[in-house]
């Protein structure tokens, strides 16, 4: 039920470019995007509640592929600050109501 | 949006002993997640927070030993009970709702030895 998030790692340069899949195996009810750092609670990023939904702030955006069941964060021209784990999260609606995330992508940017 | 505080941050427990998380948030919410996360995985859930109801427990996980208060709309506990280093992980707190962005304590190191 988890999402399933590749790659599972990624290094990049500063400035280079980089994108991030979430697949799930269910249908995707709404896509969350978060950050975490070391040591940190994973910090929000942006959701898509609408299939074909595509967001996005600074140089960071998001497209959602609602039939396809998948989700990409697309980074671009990189900064230092990106580095950190990504997850993808979804909301589970069917009997209880839960959040789930996908496996995580480690991304690190080098100077 | 929603600031929580979770105490304590770190911990390091005996073997056997019980250690019980408490998160407080600034709000009244209805929902309220409580999640484990070993070393380099993502966030596995635990259990759902309901209030004045049982918590409602993920595959895997059980109330005996990881029972769960939720005497408000604002406050939530969980206990790990006769800990194993198996339980050493950063557990987290964390509340949302439906179409909203989920909003986290800071999480407890928890190291049992």
């Known amino acids: 039920q988890q999402p399933v998030q590749s790659p599972q790692a990624v290094i990049l340069r500063e400035g280079e470019d980089a994108v991030i899949n979430c697949s799930s195996s269910k249908a995707l009810y709404s896509v969350h995007w978060y950050r975490q750092k070391h040591g940190e609670a994973p910090v929000f990023l942006m959701i898509l509640l609408k299939g074909g939904e595509q967001k996005g702030h600074d140089k960071i955006s998001a497209s959602f592929n609602e039939k396809k069941q998948q989700s990409s964060l697309y980074l671009t021209a990189s900064q230092l600050s990106y580095s950190g784990t990504y997850f993808c999260?979804?909301?589970?609606?069917?009997?209880?109501?839960?959040?789930?995330f996908g496996t995580g992508t480690r991304l690190k940017v080098l100077a | 949006s929603a600031v929580i505080s979770q105490k304590p941050s770190r911990d390091i427990c005996q073997r056997g002993t019980s250690l019980t998380i408490q998160c407080q948030v600034d709000?009244?919410?209805?929902?309220m997640f409580w999640y484990r996360q070993q070393p380099g995985q993502s966030l596995t859930l635990i259990a759902t927070a309901n209030q004045g109801s049982e918590a409602t427990y993920e595959s895997g996980f059980v109330i005996d030993k990881f029972p769960i208060s939720r005497p408000n709309l604002t406050f939530s506990t969980l206990t790990v009970s006769n800990m194993s280093p198996e339980d050493s992980s950063i557990y987290l707190c964390?509340?949302?709702?439906?179409?909203?962005?989920?909003?986290f304590g800071q999480g407890t190191r928890l190291t049992v030895v």
């Open positions: 964390s509340v949302g709702g439906e179409n909203t962005e989920a909003f």
């Open positions: 999260g979804t909301e589970i609606t069917s009997g209880t109501y839960k959040y789930i």
């Open positions: 709000s009244q919410v209805t929902m």
